[in-house]
């Protein structure tokens, strides 16, 4: 199984940034990247920041670019996203209607097990996950403890380093998140956005990872007295988890024209 991951698309009409980010330019220059991979990927996961204010306009302009990928594609909320006009837009994405606050969900119908997780929290930047939610994973886990699983969340559950957005990072449950998967061994991978750019982390059994921003990234700085938060445009890029014979392996690609192939 091949799924490709793209994160944080941030969509938005108007508004001071519309015409520096570009986001829906980035966006269809990312979708013709992935609609000529081959093999092209059964999958994409869209590890949310969807829209900049999960406004209808919004999701209306979003959902036209999405529907030219030739490749099927599962949606998580983030915290610039409403999970109720995510939904009224996107209506026809039934595993969004979950008959619960959140938008969390369960795809069983390919070699990994796709478990969706809601790490949002309404009006505020930073993630965090309830005993509700954390009730559902655990069920939900336990449901199949040998299924291949591969764990979507839009806030990663570890500290980056990068001072201001672990400010605004999963900032309530994350032990408790631990505490839920450490038994299970058959996580291959917990897929997260939010930082805007490549990162990977040991969290428990399984390792965790984010993906790269379709349009901007988040500047990568360590400084712990930074107290900037800022983006820029490094090239944006997306990732392709391919499922090998020993596991999953993730594969960084970089959205661009550059010189090359050239045969050695
Ligand atoms: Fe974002």
Known sequence: MLIAQISDLHIQEGGKDTELIQAEHHLAV??????RLAPRPDMVV??????????KPEYLRLKPLLARLDIPYLLIPGNHDSPAMLREVFHEHSYLQTGTPFIQYVIDDWPLRIVALD???PMRSEGGLCAERLEWLSNTLAQAPDAPTLIL???PPFETGIRQMDNLGLLSGREDFARVIAPYSNIERILCGHLHRTMLCRVGPTVASTCPGTAHQITLDLDSAATELSFNFEPPGYQLHWQGAQGLVTHHA???DFPGPYSF
């Open 119 to 121: 790490t949002t929290v």
């Open 30 to 35: 990312c979708v013709q990247a992935l609609n």
């Open 153 to 155: 969340m839009h806030h």
């Open 254 to 256: 970089t959205i661009g």
């Open 46 to 55: 869209i590890t949310g920041d969807l829209t900049e204010h999960g406004r």
